[in-house]
């Protein structure tokens, strides 16, 4: 079965709090992505990774770094959260053309 | 890199009539064209794609159309129904780079 599998679903993180989204699949895609949604907009590329230890910046990267030491998993990491990085996180990966998103984390900095 | 637009932002439209929603990208080695919807609260979830050697793909009521000439694709929602408002996402790929990039979404509202 296909599967990216996001964890935490949800998470509320007071400001300044360091914080770990993590996220698997069971496809061995070799390219990974993180992007944010907020509220009614589009998807943000924070990240893209094309394989172990091979990471990009996307386009918003600024306040984020990312961590893959394995091809199955893929970490966001918020060093000293802030309150504007409340918003739904997706995960995805790819092989040769679909994208396969994982079901994304709520997070919420208060 | 590969630059992905998406127009309209938003759509509204009747229950029964078409919906159309039109990309454009720039890299011309592009040669696999998504379309994910996302509806309210999931997550996006590819609906069809067409690829280069293709100028036209229907599967029920979604009609895609690419124009390699012009580097634009559509997608056409045929006798919309309320079920169809959602968030609609294309995208484009070129086989030789693995990055699948996205346009900036469309928010299609379908009124009874």
């Known amino acids: 079965d296909m599967k990216v599998t996001q964890m935490p679903r949800y998470l509320i993180k007071r400001m300044g709090e360091n914080v770990l989204l993590e996220c698997g699949q069971d496809?061995?895609?070799?390219?990974m992505y993180w992007y944010r949604q907020d509220p009614g907009l589009g998807l943000q590329l924070i990240y893209i990774?094309?394989?172990?230890?091979?990471?990009s910046e996307g386009d918003i990267p600024k306040g984020y770094r990312v961590s893959r030491k394995k091809r199955e998993h893929f970490s966001l990491i918020l060093d000293s959260a802030k309150t504007n990085q409340t918003s739904v996180y997706f995960c995805?990966?790819?092989?040769?053309?679909?994208?396969?998103f994982g079901k994304g984390t709520r997070l919420t900095v208060v | 890199g590969e630059q992905v637009e998406q127009l309209p932002s938003i759509l509204r439209v009747q229950e029964g009539s078409s919906a159309s929603i039109n990309c454009s990208y720039e890299?011309?080695?592009?040669?696999?064209f998504p379309w994910y919807k996302q509806e309210p609260g999931e997550n996006p979830k590819l609906i069809i794609d067409?690829?280069?050697?293709?100028e036209r793909k229907q599967i029920q009521e979604l009609i895609v159309l690419l124009d390699k000439k012009a580097k634009r694709f559509s997608l056409h929602i045929t006798d919309t129904q309320p079920g169809d408002s959602a968030m609609y996402f294309c995208?484009?790929?070129?086989?030789?780079?693995?990055?699948?990039?996205f346009g900036t979404g469309t928010r299609l509202q379908v009124s009874p």
């Open positions: 995805a990966s790819s092989g040769d053309e679909e994208v396969f």
């Open positions: 496809m061995s895609h070799e390219t």
């Open positions: 890299d011309s080695a592009s040669n696999y």
């Open positions: 990774s094309y394989d172990v230890d091979s990471n």
């Open positions: 995208a484009a790929s070129a086989s030789n780079t693995n990055k699948v990039v």
């Open positions: 067409i690829r280069s050697n293709m």
